[in-house]
């Protein structure tokens, strides 16, 4: 795996090193050794699978509240997503920054989210797949979310959203609690 850290400090775009032959190719993922030879001491223990029928789908932006932080690592697995993450770490010096990327099933390229960010993605395309691990079990009392349009971070959503949860649109503007 290559390692590209992005402009906010912990998080990490992956791309895979694929050794091919006739048959195609096989790629790490995951490998806990590789990733804490990078500073991430992620361990992770859930998987989710979120599916998106229509292009246009936007989920986020979402984070978990203390003591239920979360590490994630984002991949789309089929079809494609504009990923994108928020600084909501009040004492970084990229607090209220933006990071995103495209990730798609061609580029077979992942996400890594460290606690204290919020994230969400729009689908780029109908029938899109995305493959989450997370740090931690799921913990429905600890979600949280900011409006995905926020000024106060400004994401320069590729298109708009042509499918919204009430609640991914409901969620405040940015008013984080210290802690995060």
């Known amino acids: 795996m290559i390692f590209d850290e992005t402009k906010l400090p912990g998080a990490f775009e992956i791309r895979l090193e ?3 032959d006739e ?13 804490e030879a ?7 223990v859930q998987c989710s699978l979120s599916f998106n029928a229509r292009k246009g ?5 979402h984070y978990q ?6 590490h994630k690592l984002v991949r789309c697995t089929a079809g494609a997503i504009f990923d994108a993450i928020v600084d909501l770490r009040t004492a970084s010096p990229t607090y209220r920054r933006w990071f ?7 580029n077979r390229r992942s996400l890594f989210i460290p606690p204290g960010f919020a994230h969400g993605f729009v689908s780029l395309t109908d029938d899109t ?3 989450y691990m997370i740090s931690v079990a799921h913990a429905p009392q600890f979600s949280r979310g900011i409006r995905w349009n926020d000024p106060a971070f400004a994401i320069e959503w590729p298109l708009p959203p042509a499918v919204i949860s009430e609640r991914d649109a ?11």
Request: net charge negative; hydrophobic share 40%; charged share 25%.
């Open 129 to 131: 797949e995305v493959y």
């Open 38 to 44: 990078h500073g991430l001491k992620a361990r992770l």
């Open 100 to 106: 995103a990327a495209e990730l798609t099933m061609d």
């Open 170 to 180: 409901a969620y405040p503007l940015l008013d984080v609690p210290d802690g995060v």
């Open 23 to 35: 048959r195609g190719f096989f790629a790490r993922t995951w490998c806990q050794r590789e990733f």
């Open 57 to 61: 789908t936007l989920r986020g932006m």
């Open 65 to 70: 509240a203390a003591p239920h932080e979360e």
């Open 18 to 20: 694929p050794r091919s």
